[in-house]
């Protein structure tokens, strides 16, 4: 589409981008737009056959929206075990050397698989990650960059969890793991 050019989608909208070889379009006669495979387009009639057209189709693509939660709760003695509620606990409140145990969660609320999900936590400057606390769906989990789908990178700071493909209205099980307020 253009100033020069009938050319305009179905819908009457004109081109945001455009691609005419040089001299193109003609506007001579012609009612359809050919793709040449250098990716350049020219005007030629409807009835010419072995080109390659641009077509518009309008599909609706739902896509997935992915929710996570975060919450933590005290574990005083620092034994892996919560003492109080989770989602009860804020790092920012608590004093040096006690423990906490953050677990964390997914949820697919959008209109389609959510692919590769990754959790990712990043520990506030205020604390330490306490090695060899990752846990998913209740099962231990290497701190190191390996096979399972846990890890947590010292260097960032960062804790990680894979959970994989969610499906629509999916939740992943719970990822946990420990902190220690310095």
């Known amino acids: 589409g253009g100033a020069t050019s009938p050319f305009a989608w179905v819908t009457g909208e004109t081109f945001s981008y455009t691609n005419w070889m040089s001299g ?40 997935p929206e992915v929710a996570v939660v975060l919450e933590g709760a005290k574990d005083v003695t620092c034994d892996g075990n919560a003492d109080d509620a989770f989602g009860t606990a804020k790092l920012e409140d608590m004093y040096s050397g006690e423990c906490a145990i953050l677990r964390t969660r997914a949820t697919n609320n959008g209109e389609s698989i959510a692919k590769g999900v990754l959790m990712s936590y990043t520990v506030p400057q205020y604390a330490t990650y306490k090695t060899g606390t990752l846990q998913y769906d209740g099962a231990a989990r290497t701190d190191a960059a390996d096979t399972d ?29 420990s902190v220690v307020i310095d």
Request: hydrophobic content about 40%.
């Open 24 to 63: 193109q379009p003609d506007n001579a006669g012609e009612d359809a737009l050919a793709w040449q495979f250098n990716g350049l387009w020219h005007d030629v009639t409807s009835t010419v056959s072995s080109v390659f057209y641009v077509i518009e189709f309008d599909i609706d693509c739902p896509q």
């Open 149 to 177: 789908n846990g890890k947590y990178d010292a260097t960032t700071k960062k804790v990680q969890f894979s959970a994989g493909d969610l499906d629509v209205g999916a939740v992943s099980p719970d990822a946990q793991f």
